[in-house]
């Protein structure tokens, strides 16, 4: 499969069953599902599920300039069909915040390449009940179920200046786990520290 650059593969494509297969998305996030700009970029994960393959489609394209409007932090999985896409929203969705998240759309939809485009608006919570009017949502369901989707904050690693404590003796292991700072020095010193 290709993608565009925004979006990377998390996997290689999973089938449902003989009509539907999905595959899980990450891209760099910089809101949260409400649409607040975060201070910290995340990685978003999503799933597409299709029917047909993704690179004859021009779906793609359209959810990268989703991505790109701002439009997809708030999506946890994109059902793709004939000239009409299903997203199926975060839980943590506010009911305030689901009017801009539907403007942020008016303007993907106006683009020339989904002129036809019908964009319908699903809830998560919805598929978990069985309240779903998605007629194909207990295949959503599974994919919700089985994957970890949505927004997840970047594990930072601890910036340490561990050359100072290296240089009095401390094992190099036991700093394994932090970003050292080493100040610059002459490539000799450094080989004696380590």
């Known amino acids: 499969m290709t993608f565009l650059p925004v979006f990377c593969p998390e996997g290689d494509p999973v089938a449902l069953d003989d009509t539907f297969q999905y595959v899980v998305l990450s891209a760099l996030q910089w809101k949260d599902a409400n649409l607040k700009a975060m201070t910290k970029a995340a990685k978003q994960r999503f799933a597409v599920l299709y029917n047909q393959p993704l690179e004859d489609r021009f779906m ?4 990268e300039q989703a991505h790109i409007h701002g439009a997809m932090s708030s999506v946890k999985l994109v059902a793709v069909h004939k000239d009409e896409i299903c997203l199926f929203l975060s839980d943590e969705v506010a009911a305030a915040t689901l009017s801009a998240i539907e403007s942020l759309w008016a303007p993907i939809r106006d683009l020339d390449l989904n002129r036809r485009l019908w ?3 699903y809830c998560e919570h919805e598929v978990y009940s069985g309240r779903s009017d998605y007629p194909f949502w207990p295949e959503v369901k599974e994919i919700l179920e089985s994957n970890t989707l949505g927004i997840e904050h970047y ?9 100072y404590e290296i240089s009095q003796g401390d094992d190099p292991a036991s700093h394994q786990h932090h970003v050292c700072q080493l100040p610059l ?3 000799a010193e450094i080989d004696v520290l380590f």
Not at 60 to 63: A, H, R, Y
Not at 157 to 163: M, Q
């Open 60 to 63: 793609m394209e359209t959810l």
């Open 119 to 121: 964009v319908h608006f």
């Open 155 to 163: 594990k930072i690693p601890v910036l340490h200046d561990c050359a």
């Open 185 to 187: 020095a002459d490539p």
